[in-house]
């Protein structure tokens, strides 16, 4: 099975709070990340034996909080190795493999 790759990256407003990412899965628990304007955090893996591989992300920024799965097993993930998502002041956003930050989806919004 090949590998995947998750990117995360801050663009926030310089001058603004930091944001703050947990990401897990069932059997890894990567840590909480304190990401500046401009930084990203990022790691590899490999879908498990049945298939069934499944991360998620908490992003905090000030007191604003959302949460969502960053890569699931299915259709999507046998076509796209890389996974990238951009904070910035209106949400999350998200891409496969080399999608530019500029051509990215809205996953979720701040509330």
């Known amino acids: 099975m090949r ?8 663009r926030m407003p310089e001058g603004t709070p930091t944001i703050t990412v947990h990401c ?12 500046y304007t401009g930084q990203d955090f990022n790691w590899s893996f490999r879908s498990n034996f049945w298939r069934n591989t499944l991360f998620f992300c908490r992003f905090w920024w000030g007191q604003k909080t959302i949460a969502f799965d960053v890569y699931k097993d299915g259709w999507e993930e046998a076509y796209h190795h ?4 951009a904070a910035n002041k209106h949400g999350v956003f998200s891409g496969y493999d080399e999608t530019p930050t500029d051509n990215m989806v809205l996953v979720q919004a701040w509330p």
């Open 3 to 10: 590998r995947h790759v998750i990117k995360i990256f801050n």
């Open 24 to 35: 897990a899965s069932k059997n890894d628990d990567l840590g909480y990340r304190l990401l």
């Open 82 to 85: 890389t996974f990238t998502y």
